[in-house]
């Protein structure tokens, strides 16, 4: 099915430890964001992408850092995790000419920093 | 800026009864809204959005919201609430005059239906 595919679902990390959380979407659009979701936070954006080779910040920036490489893939790295960073991880990506379309969203990944 | 208030993070209701879910929003420039529903363990999915046509809109599951500037509000409502509707429930804002503008959630209310 057509969509935005997160890869891993869950993670356990170790304090320290390095991962890269991928967003993949086969809708051709243009912007890809990644929000973080904490119990009564609602979403937050972490960054966000309006084409391929170009990112910027969002809310909460800090910790993370983001590649678009190629327009349907916008990775979300964790240089070294710390606790504070367990949440869960959502990617969505939007089209064009406004986002009056609304976002599609994955599914989310959960990750964990022990 | 813009910002989301959603008043009440958690609202019970009875199987049949009216659903009522508020949010606010914040904007120096023509927003568009959407409320988005979650529920456990899965993604977002879009229930409805307001892009500056009619003021009252209907969405997917028997949802609806209405758009009202002078309040800078876009409640929404579903007369007649059942089982499957408890979730949670996120209200969000974008500008509808800059692409690329990310949504800006809001805190979330999450819904229980009791039988």
């Known amino acids: 099915n057509a969509g935005v595919t997160q890869t891993p679902k869950f993670r356990v990390l170790k304090t320290g430890q390095s991962m890269t959380l991928l967003c993949a979407q086969d809708?051709?659009?243009?912007?890809m964001y990644w929000y973080r979701q904490d119990p009564g936070m609602g979403l937050r954006l972490i960054h966000y992408?309006?084409?391929?080779?170009?990112?910027a910040k969002g809310e909460v920036p800090d910790g993370y850092n983001v590649s678009r490489l190629k327009k349907q893939n916008f990775l979300l790295g964790l240089e070294s995790a710390a606790p504070s960073q367990t949440s869960v991880y959502f990617c969505?990506?939007?089209?064009?000419?406004?986002?009056?379309?609304?976002?599609?969203f994955g599914s989310g990944t959960r990750l964990t920093v022990v | 800026a813009q910002s989301v208030t959603q008043l009440g993070s958690h609202v019970s209701v009875s199987e049949g009864a009216l659903v009522l879910l508020r949010c606010n929003y914040s904007s120096s420039v023509p927003p568009y809204l959407f409320w988005y529903v979650q529920y456990p363990n899965q993604g977002l999915q879009l229930l409805l959005k307001y892009t500056s046509a009619a003021t009252l809109v209907k969405g997917i599951n028997g949802f609806e919201a209405e758009f009202k500037k002078s309040e800078t509000s876009f409640h929404l409502t579903k007369p007649s609430a059942h089982m499957s509707d408890a979730a949670e429930y996120f209200c969000a804002v974008s500008s509808a005059n800059q692409a690329g503008t990310a949504l800006i959630f809001g805190k979330g209310t999450t819904l229980s239906v009791s039988s």
């Open positions: 809708m051709n659009h243009e912007y």
């Open positions: 992408s309006v084409g391929e080779g170009t990112t």
């Open positions: 969505a990506s939007s089209t064009t000419v406004s986002v009056s379309s609304g976002y599609t």
